[in-house]
T-cell receptor, first 114, second 115 residues
C-alpha cells in the first residue's frame, strides 16, 4: 500500500479566510490522478477536486485549488473565501497502487468559524 | 449525476450474527470496492472486485468477510460472524475503468453497529 501523510489533524479558520491543507504521498505510479475528498458530518464522501499528475497546471474548482508538486510528491488543497459549509473532514487520496482504488490519508478536520 | 446506493443506512446487530450490506453500483461501472471507516479514523480499503472476482483485498478482509455480485446489479458485503470491532461505516464505491486514473463514486455508507 502507498503512504499518505496529512500532517494537520485539525485546522480552524474564520469564515471568508483562505486555508491550505497539506498532503504528501509516496507512489511508484508515473501517470496517475490525485483526489481530495470532503466528508461532512453526514459522513458521505464527496469529491472536491481531482488533479492529473501529467498536467503541470494546477486544478481549480471554483473556490478550491491545488498546489501539486510532482517531484516533491506534495498535493495541497487551498480553499479561498471559506464558508461555514466547508466544515468537514478532508481526505487526500493518491492512487493506492494496483486494484485497491485509492489510499486515504488520516484526514484533516477543518472547522470554519463564523 | 448517477449515484451509488447503499442499503440499509444503519444496521444494528448482535455480536456473532451474520450481516449483509447491500450496494447498487452505477450501472455502467465495472469495478467495485468496499471501504470502511471506524469512527474518527481514516477510510480503509477492504476489497476490490472486477469481472465477478476479487481483484485485491486488504489484511482487514479476512475469512469472515465475503463479497458477491448476485444478480448483475447488486454488490454485497457479508460479514459471517460479527465482532465488536466490526462496528464502522462501510462505504461501497465504483468506477468505470478501475484504480489509479479515475475518481471513485461513493455511496452514502452503511453504519454498522455491533452490540
Amino acid at each position: 500500500a502507498q503512504t499518505v501523510t496529512q500532517s494537520q489533524p485539525e485546522m480552524s479558520v474564520q469564515e471568508a479566510e483562505t486555508v491550505t491543507l497539506s498532503c504528501t504521498y509516496d507512489t511508484s505510479e508515473n501517470n496517475y490522478y490525485l483526489f481530495w475528498y470532503k466528508q461532512p458530518p453526514s459522513r458521505q464522501m464527496i469529491l472536491v477536486i481531482r488533479q492529473e499528475a501529467y498536467k503541470q497546471q494546477n486544478a481549480t474548482e471554483n473556490r478550491f485549488s491545488v498546489n501539486f508538486q510532482k517531484a516533491a510528491k506534495s498535493f495541497s488543497l487551498k480553499i479561498s473565501d471559506s464558508q461555514l459549509g466547508d466544515t468537514a473532514m478532508y481526505f487526500c487520496a493518491p492512487p493506492g497502487g494496483g486494484a485497491d482504488g485509492l489510499t486515504f490519508g488520516k484526514g484533516t478536520h477543518l472547522i470554519i468559524q463564523p | 449525476e448517477p449515484e451509488v446506493t447503499q442499503t440499509p443506512s444503519h444496521q444494528v446487530t448482535q455480536m456473532g450474527q451474520e450481516v449483509i450490506l447491500r450496494c447498487v453500483p452505477i450501472s455502467n461501472h465495472l469495478y467495485f470496492y468496499w471501504y470502511r471507516q471506524i469512527l474518527g479514523q481514516k477510510v480503509e480499503f477492504l476489497v476490490s472486485f472486477y469481472n465477478n472476482e476479487i481483484s485485491e483485498k486488504s489484511e482487514i478482509f479476512d475469512d469472515q468477510f465475503s463479497v458477491e455480485r448476485p444478480d448483475g446489479s447488486n454488490f454485497t458485503l457479508k460479514i459471517r460472524s460479527t465482532k465488536l470491532e466490526d462496528s464502522a461505516m462501510y462505504f461501497c464505491a465504483s468506477n468505470e475503468e478501475g484504480f489509479a486514473n479515475e475518481k471513485l463514486f461513493f455511496g452514502s455508507g452503511t453504519q454498522l453497529s455491533v452490540l
